[in-house]
């Protein structure tokens, strides 16, 4: 007689059942008992098994979204290219007309029986305007973001980082009229002081008269690009990773120390995307350049006495004058301005985009 096979207690009842042998001949499949109805899964499956997976559908919810968020971005890429198209066509017969090289070219008199303009000058005073905004706004703003996101109490920096965003949604036309009528006064003191004492450095030299200059419009533009680098910033420093902070901290690091270490390395990308965002909306400003500068066409370095001009504010001050060739070459100056923008909010995307934390974090 063979050897009986091993018995175990039957789990609930005390009954005894029949375990699987191992001892069996090589090449025999040992038999398994079979499982108790109540381990069956529904889709009757054995001990262990499961289920077959519920087949997708063939247009649920997700794919709605995805086609929607799909079509939402290929429209704004087609919005895009429509304007550069658009630009293109209506530029071309104003520079075909043009007796001047449009890229050199200081003055600007479209409207002549003979064309004559160029963008040298207004691409000039765009880009140091602009310039000369962020480097005053990017340090206060910097400040500001770092206070409000590791110096203040919690409540009091949500209530403060509320306030300054509140700053983005005043129309420019407001910050216009009061840096020409409040805010040029002390500017132009101070402007005469500066020509005063400092008037051997080329940027403050000239015999006046100081007050619409490209200081004024820059320090109104540097007043509105402000909220734009701070509230990103603050977001940026408020995802730096816990852990890093904590490190920092624990390794004998004073406050700033620890910002100077963890926080600033970590959210550098997003530093440099936000001021690259704020040069994108300085560049574009039309309605308070307008009301700030002396409207002249010349390249020139000095920032105190009146004069300067931007593209986008030549357009609003001569587009309602302007004959067909006028209003073309408007259209090619904003064509200018078009890829000058185009360029930095690409090269801004491609910044944030560099890091993958930082997106995720972002997201």
């Known amino acids: 007689m063979g050897e009986t096979p091993p018995r175990s207690a039957d789990a609930g009842t005390g009954r005894t059942r029949v375990t699987p042998s191992h001892d069996g001949p090589a090449g025999a499949s040992a038999r398994v008992a079979e499982a108790p109805v109540s381990t069956r899964t529904p889709g009757g499956a054995g001990l262990g098994g499961g289920g077959a997976l519920p ?63 160029g963008i040298g000058a207004l691409a000039f005073g765009t880009v140091l305007s602009s310039v000369i905004a ?46 020409r009528d409040y805010f040029s006064g002390p500017v132009a003191d101070f402007s005469a002081w500066l020509n005063t004492y400092f008037r051997w450095i080329p940027i403050f030299g000239g015999d006046g008269p100081f007050g619409a200059s ?67 909306r300085a560049l574009g400003e039309t309605i308070a350049l307008a009301l700030t500068l002396g409207i002249t066409f010349n390249i020139s370095f000095n920032l105190i006495e009146n004069g300067g001009n931007t593209i986008a504010a030549n357009i609003a001050n001569a587009f309602g004058e302007a004959n067909d060739t006028g209003r073309g070459a ?22 944030i985009y560099r890091r993958r934390e930082f997106t995720e974090s972002a997201a």
């Open 55 to 117: 087949r997708a559908r063939a247009f649920g919810a997700e794919r709605a979204f995805h086609g929607l968020t799909l079509a939402a971005g290929t429209a704004v890429l087609v919005i895009i290219a429509a304007i550069a198209v658009f630009l293109i066509a209506k530029a071309v017969p104003a520079l075909r007309a043009n007796t001047v090289n449009f890229w050199t070219f200081e003055g600007w008199f479209p409207n002549d029986p003979e064309p004559k303009f």
């Open 330 to 351: 408007l259209i090619a100056s904003g064509l200018v301005l078009f890829t000058i923008t185009l360029i930095v909010n690409i090269t801004a995307r491609a910044i």
């Open 134 to 179: 962020l480097l005053l706004a990017v340090p206060v703003a910097l400040g500001i973001a770092l206070y409000l996101s590791h110096y203040a109490p919690r409540r009091l920096g949500t209530a403060l980082g509320f306030l300054i965003d509140l700053l983005a949604a005043v129309p420019s036309v407001v910050f216009g009229l009061w840096g």
């Open 214 to 280: 490209v200081l004024l419009g820059s320090l109104v533009l540097a007043i509105m690009v402000l909220p734009i680098i701070t509230s990103l910033s603050r977001e940026v420093f408020l995802q730096t990773p816990t852990a890093n902070e904590e490190a920092a901290l624990a390794l004998g690091a004073t406050r700033w120390e620890m910002l100077r270490t963890a926080v600033l390395p970590y959210g550098r990308p997003g530093i440099i995307a936000a001021v690259m965002l704020g040069l994108g």
